[in-house]
């Protein structure tokens, strides 16, 4: 111990150490030192400061600020909005297909789908419609109609139609059912229906389910009038003929008032005249 006294007297011993070194070791004990002095105590947080400033410490308070971010983000979703734009929706354009006699507008002006969207009528006749019909694109319509002696020309993708006129007509140029087609192919929803529509073209059509329903219902429940199809004119014919001699049995000196005698009428054998005469 003398020994050791006499080395740490010595002053050159001493410089030779590192620095610190000797501070430690002359450091007393944890359980037996006195209180820190106040110089110590502001010399010992500098380490603790600084080790924050590690990049681990930086990343954490960058996470932490974005965390921070996002928590306040809902706070500031939670503030009452204020005054929003009202979307004023398009109106719904409706065809009805009719002639100019009824003006439909009337009837659907003011009206409003659900209370919300205004209501377009768009009235035209078939003669002065045209369109063209797509798989995934609905229904273009084109429209040429005379207002007030001004031609007006149109196109529009109607949302529903109403059709108030016949399809088909046996005059000449007045068959539209293509454009039934059209309509249908398009998906164009109908306030009747278009089903009905096109089997309305046909009477002979319309008569055959009238004929279902008699024979579902019975002649005493649902009274039809007794009719013959014939496809052409052909086997009117031999029926006719047949009729009409039949007639001639009963009646020798009349000529027989009927569908025959209209037949002949029609083709110039008969003179335009009706009624029955007697041979001289």
Known sequence: MNFLRRRLSD???????PNGYMTDLQRPDSSTSSPASPAMERRHPQ????????????????????MKQTSQAPSGLMEPPGPSTPVVQRPRILLVIDDAHTDWAKYFHGKKVNGEVEIRVEQAEFSELNLAAYVTGGCMVDMQ????????????????ILVRQHAYSMALGEDYRSLVIGLQYGGLPAVNSLYS???FCSKPWVFSQLIKIFHSLGPEKFPLVEQTFFPNH???VSVLFYSAYL???EQPNVYVLGLFEWSRWARGLLPDHQGSKEEP
């Open 11 to 17: 002053s050159s011993f001493v410089a030779n150490l």
């Open 47 to 66: 380490p603790l400061a600084a080790s924050f400033s590690s990049p681990g410490s930086s990343l954490f308070s960058s996470f932490s600020s974005a």
């Open 145 to 160: 109609v005379m207002r007030n002696g001004t031609k007006v020309v149109r196109s529009f993708k109607p949302d529903f």
């Open 197 to 199: 529509v096109y089997n």
């Open 234 to 236: 052909k086997p009117m």
């Open 247 to 249: 007639c001639d049995l």
